[in-house]
């Protein structure tokens, strides 16, 4: 059974930094395109960074030049390294994994999320 878990939220003040992870398990072929999207209170849930199976990486306006996405494949893991944060960066911080699980199929996975949350 494949899961995706996320971790590394927490509290942190205006301007801190935290790290997320997110690690895909289970019988996994290979890890293709991965993203971070977020959820703030009463809004709908939005990309903030992507990653590529080849590494090629995008990222949302509003975080370009303080969050930085990056993977280990071997770990089947992506991170978010988020600094300089601000209050709007507060949200439930979602993991999506495309995952192939064999030469033919890929599927979709979410993680549970993991909230993040900055104070002013």
């Known amino acids: 059974q494949v899961q995706v878990v996320e971790s590394g939220g927490g509290l942190v003040h205006t301007g801190g930094s935290l790290s997320l992870s997110c690690a895909a398990s289970?019988?996994?072929?290979?890890?293709?395109?991965m993203d971070w999207y977020r959820q703030a209170p009463g809004k709908q849930r939005e990309l903030v960074a992507g990653?590529?199976?080849?590494?090629?990486?995008n990222y949302a306006d509003s975080v370009k030049g303080r969050f930085t996405i990056s993977r280990d494949n071997a770990k089947n893991t992506v991170y978010l390294q988020m600094n300089s944060l601000k209050p709007e960066d507060t949200g439930v911080y979602y993991c999506?994994?495309?995952?192939?699980?064999?030469?033919?199929?890929?599927?979709?996975?979410w993680g549970q999320g993991t909230q993040v949350t900055v104070s002013s």
């Open positions: 999506n994994a495309d995952l192939a699980l064999d030469q033919r199929f890929s599927y979709s996975y």
């Open positions: 289970g019988s996994i072929f290979r890890l293709n395109r």
């Open positions: 990653i590529a199976g080849d590494g090629r990486t």
